[in-house]
């Protein structure tokens, strides 16, 4: 036998076969749609099993997974009813973090124990709560935010600012004017609470603000001009 017919025989017996395997359809194992219906059971049975802890006789158990559905990305798969029923929990903390998971949902059934939380909570805990029950229409939490202002860091004075802004009321704003010189308050923080004092053309305002022109430093004295001149237009 010839070498040119060996080699035709070889690609016969062993690449023919290769090429009809790759016409083959894959296993379903294999396929993309297999894997993320895989996935999705897996999502699903962790749910359910964070679930069913809810109502676990351990409260340990129980803050787990409460605090496994806080952190989860889609709120719309949270279990409500569940959360609500640990509203009266015998463990505080439980409860307060059940409260936290309904505000953030915009659920008012737990605005009691975010009140509570004002009261005994530890940490940034009450600054939650109170910017929740401001979120749900809770005068109370606007009041405590007034009070948090000048006690935060940074980046939380500039999230409690945003919300005083977006209250665009000069009856809800003009409390915080009693607290732009404070001390403790972070520059670029006064700067945009100044700005949206000018927002809301308060004119009681204005002798607050020519009392602060004279303690501040430039870039605060410079949004206060700018905010000043907005009066007289």
């Given at each position: 036998m010839s070498v040119r017919i060996l080699l035709g025989f070889?690609?016969?017996?062993?690449?023919?076969?290769?090429?009809?395997f790759?016409?083959?359809?894959?296993p379903t194992e294999w396929t993309p749609e297999f894997y993320q219906a895989q996935e999705k059971k897996e999502d699903e049975d962790e749910r359910g099993y964070y679930q069913k802890l809810l109502s676990d006789p351990d409260p340990q158990a129980r803050?787990?997974?409460?605090?496994?559905?806080?952190n989860i990305p889609d709120l719309a798969l949270i279990?409500?009813?569940?959360?609500?029923?640990?509203?009266?929990?015998?463990?505080?903390?439980?409860?307060?973090?059940a409260a936290l998971l309904l505000g953030h949902l915009k659920d008012p059934a737990g605005k009691g124990v975010l009140k509570?939380?004002?009261?005994?909570?530890?940490?940034?805990?009450?600054?939650?709560a109170a910017m929740l029950l401001w979120e749900l229409g809770d005068q109370l939490g606007w009041k405590v935010l007034i009070d948090f202002l000048p006690r935060v860091e940074p980046g939380i004075q500039s999230k409690i600012v945003h919300l005083i802004w977006d209250a665009d009321s000069p009856e809800l704003i003009s409390p915080f004017t009693k607290i732009i010189s404070n001390s403790t308050l972070d520059i670029e923080t006064k700067k945009k609470l100044i700005m949206g004092l000018g927002?809301?053309?308060?004119?009681?305002?204005?002798?607050?603000?020519?009392?602060?022109l004279q303690k501040e430093s430039m870039d605060v004295q410079m949004a206060i001009i700018n905010v000043l001149g907005t009066f007289g237009e």
């Open positions: 070889l690609c016969v017996c062993l690449i023919l076969p290769l090429l009809a790759g016409q083959e359809p894959l803050l787990g997974a409460v605090m496994w559905f806080k279990p409500v009813w569940e959360i609500k029923k640990l509203l009266n929990d015998d463990q505080e903390g439980l409860r307060f973090q509570e939380i004002l009261r005994k909570g530890k940490d940034e805990m009450p600054l939650e927002i809301i053309r308060d004119k009681t305002v204005i002798p607050v603000l020519i009392d602060a």
